[in-house]
């Protein structure tokens, strides 16, 4: 069954912070800034891009944008081709900052491959969850930015699973990001290969203090965010980054590096807490942070189909 032309999916999807603290390649948080989508059929193979707003000038306008090799990639994995398609973007997550980018454009070319393929094949949450992993390489990134919430991603047997849950209304995000960017390749090839038992169990147990500080009981959050695994050996490579982080956890705030970094989450137990984290943070006149005051999302990404567009 072909797509048939003028059929158009548009797709929202949220940032997301990984790691937390302690919970490397494992936890991972939905945030309330949003890329947006839509995708319609074409008659013909053509393929059209227009993409606006954040990291625009930097992103390909053929088949190697990531939406669209994820969408390719959907198509592939349920035997059917991808038709021609007009892809209009707006992105408004920051681009290699630590919040979750690329495994937003991995998500919204899923579920606008969902979108065009309603009524033929369904690509269910398990199967999304699979392909984005594959694509992403991780599950920590793409679980909460297609489901919400705060999530726990493992990987077994039968692949690629996520557990949300939701978070207690206390805790209140704050992010800083910086003008500079962070490769995520280039941020793992610090990590040594091999960790001290002692490191593993102090990861194993603030991780296990995060959930119930996320979950129940904010005034944790300071402990439960403490790291041994990846922060610091990534510190060389992002000073500022790093100079924040311990000036913020000076002060009582619980703040960690978002995802591979620059960006740093602070995890407010309540907004006054993330204004007066704000006020500090802005004293760092050396180094300009973009503050942006978040919410959680709990929706994770989402789509919806009609039958406009013009073809």
Known sequence: MSVPPGRRAVVRVPATS????????????????YDEVTVTALADDRLEIEVT??????VPRDASHLVVRAMAYAFEAVSRTLPGIRLE???????????????????S??????????????LGPDLL???????????????????????????????????????????SPIVFVPEFTMSTSVARSLQPLQVSREDAVFNVSRSALLIAALTQSPELLMAATEDKLHQNYRAAAM????????ELRAAGFPAVVSGAGPSVLVLADGPGRRLEAAALAATRTETPWEALMLAVDVRGGTVNTDAEGAS
């Open 239 to 246: 000073p500022e980054t790093d100079l924040l982080v311990r």
């Open 18 to 33: 990984a790691n937390l603290g302690p919970g490397f390649d494992t936890l991972g948080l939905a945030l309330s800034v």
């Open 89 to 107: 973007a707006h992105n408004v997550i920051p681009h290699g900052r630590g919040m979750g980018s690329s495994g937003a454009a991995v998500v």
């Open 53 to 58: 707003g954040a990291g625009a000038d930097g």
């Open 129 to 171: 969850l699979r392909l984005a992993t594959e694509l992403e390489g991780h599950p920590d990134n793409v679980a909460p930015a297609l489901f919400g919430g705060l999530t726990i991603a493992w990987v077994d047997e039968l692949g690629p699973q996520h557990k949300k849950l939701l978070v207690h209304r206390g805790v």
């Open 109 to 122: 070319g899923l579920l606008a491959a969902k979108g065009l393929l309603e009524g033929d094949v369904e």
